[in-house]
């Protein structure tokens, strides 16, 4: 498996099947816990990517600018912009207070 597969993951589906074959090297001795933690991290940004994207495609799709998401969901407008650049690491209470602003449920700010 090569791990620079995924830089070119543009959605949840590709991660999924992508994090399910490399569960399936590690559990078959093919890596080493130290390997597969190291690109546990990688996954993890790339998932974390696919979220901004996510709330930048319902910003857009609610014909909010980042201001008006960031009040109507309460968080701070630097908050916003955060999310939507994946910068810095976010709480479950932001994510929870942006999809409450979208009248969706948590899982479904991690589809496509």
Do not use: P
Request: glycine fraction near 4%.
């Amino acid at each position: 498996m090569d791990i620079n597969r995924l830089e070119s993951i543009t959605t949840f589906e590709e991660l999924e099947e992508f994090q399910k074959e490399y569960r399936s090297i590690y559990k078959e001795g093919h890596i080493t816990l130290d390997e597969y933690m190291k690109n546990r991290e990688l996954i993890f940004i790339v998932s974390t990517r696919l979220v901004a994207k996510r709330i930048r495609h319902l910003r857009k799709q609610a014909g909010l600018t980042q201001r008006e998401l960031a009040n109507i969901s309460k968080l701070s407008l630097a908050t916003i912009v955060s999310l939507e650049s994946v910068n810095g690491n976010h709480s479950t209470k932001s994510y929870d207070k942006v999809r409450s602003a979208f009248g969706i449920y948590m899982y479904e700010l991690f589809q496509d």
